[in-house]
């Protein structure tokens, strides 16, 4: 099993680019979730999926969107990318809600110039 | 405010030794506390969670401790390794929902 993948790995992208980051889960996870880790900063919570065919805002949603494809994937996507956007992203899975163990994926590192 | 905090924020210690990180909480209403090591330029990956009801919770040389009464918990590590070497992230969730509240974590160098 490979648990959570993500592409890709390093993106550049100039102010106002748009560009989709994938997330892949094979562990047949009901729920996924976006996060973006800043220097300094705890975790914060983008967009999560709490099923397949729903979607909700996290802590931090401005800027992004995000499509639940099917039950293993889930897309986040930035339409207009912004110099504030640089950070390193992470897509998490878990069987249900926050009191089930999540399983993160290696991490997109995006730069914004 | 949910807010969790951890310290020290940096700790070098030498291979062979023990050492105990602190993580204090103001989350409320309380599920459950984990801890995660993000080794560099990884994801965090689970140590342990411990609900309200229990006070101690080992993995190998990982033992964590939970005083739901004071809301803090600590993360011992012993007989430390060089692969230790990462950053350990306290996380608390709340009841029900889809949110957890991170810190900010501790980085902890095993030197030789």
């Known amino acids: 099993n490979a648990g959570v993948t993500q592409t890709p790995k390093f993106q550049v992208l100039k102010t106002g680019q748009s560009m989709t980051l994938q997330c892949a889960q094979d562990?047949?996870?009901?729920?996924m979730y976006w996060y973006r880790q800043d220097p300094g900063m705890g975790l914060r919570l983008i967009y999560y999926?709490?099923?397949?065919?729903?979607?909700d805002k996290g802590e931090v949603p401005n800027g992004y969107n995000v499509s639940r494809l099917n039950k293993r994937e889930f897309s986040l996507r930035l339409e207009s990318a912004a110099p504030s956007q640089t950070s390193v992203y992470f897509c998490a899975s878990s069987e249900g809600g926050a009191v089930y163990e999540q399983y993160f994926g290696p991490g997109t590192r995006l730069t914004v110039t | 405010k949910n807010q969790v905090e951890q310290s020290p924020q940096s700790l070098i210690i030498l291979e062979g030794k023990n050492c105990t990180l602190q993580?204090?909480?103001?989350?409320?209403?309380?599920?459950?506390l984990r801890w995660y090591k993000q080794d560099t330029g990884r994801g965090p990956v689970s140590l342990t969670i411990m609900t309200f009801s229990e006070n101690t919770k080992s993995n190998g040389r990982y033992t964590a401790t939970l005083d739901a009464d004071t809301k803090q918990s600590s993360l011992h590590i012993t007989a430390s390794q060089l692969s230790d070497s990462a950053s350990y992230i306290c996380v608390v969730s709340t009841g029900g929902g889809n949110k957890l509240t991170f810190g900010t974590g501790t980085q902890l160098k095993v030197e030789l």
């Open positions: 993580c204090n909480y103001t989350v409320s209403p309380f599920s459950n």
């Open positions: 562990m047949n996870h009901n729920s």
């Open positions: 999926s709490a099923s397949e065919g729903t979607t």
